[in-house]
């Protein structure tokens, strides 16, 4: 027969934060996801065929907390190339043509 108590000693879990050169900079990533921390009581009896009680055992187990570890970009966004102003040298520029409409009544 075995039974145990209710759950307890809940720890929540924390965070490390880590650089992470890939991811640009601002963007986040979960790398390891945390896990609270919490304790159990367990009971445990056993009998033999006759009903004899011959093994008693009470213990703890205790669940530790595990961090959850969070990636942080710091890739710096690559530079725009601007954009280089080109050169006409054909020698005279022609103006548009200006579109005009006419009204039929």
């Known amino acids: 027969m075995a039974s145990t108590s209710a759950w307890y000693g809940f720890v929540p879990f924390s965070v490390a934060k880590k650089d992470d050169p890939t991811l640009a900079k601002g963007q986040t990533k979960v790398d390891t996801s945390?896990?609270?921390g919490m304790?159990?009581?367990c009971f445990r009896k056993v009998y033999d065929a006759d009903g004899k009680l011959i093994w008693n055992d009470d213990f703890k187990s205790v669940y530790s907390m595990v961090p959850e570890v969070l990636l942080v970009g710091t890739k710096a966004p690559k530079p725009t190339a601007s954009p280089t102003p080109s050169s006409s040298s054909s020698g005279s520029a022609s103006p548009t043509p200006k579109a005009t409409s006419?009204?039929?009544h």
């Open 34 to 36: 945390g896990s609270g």
């Open 39 to 41: 304790s159990i009581d």
């Open 102 to 104: 006419t009204a039929i």
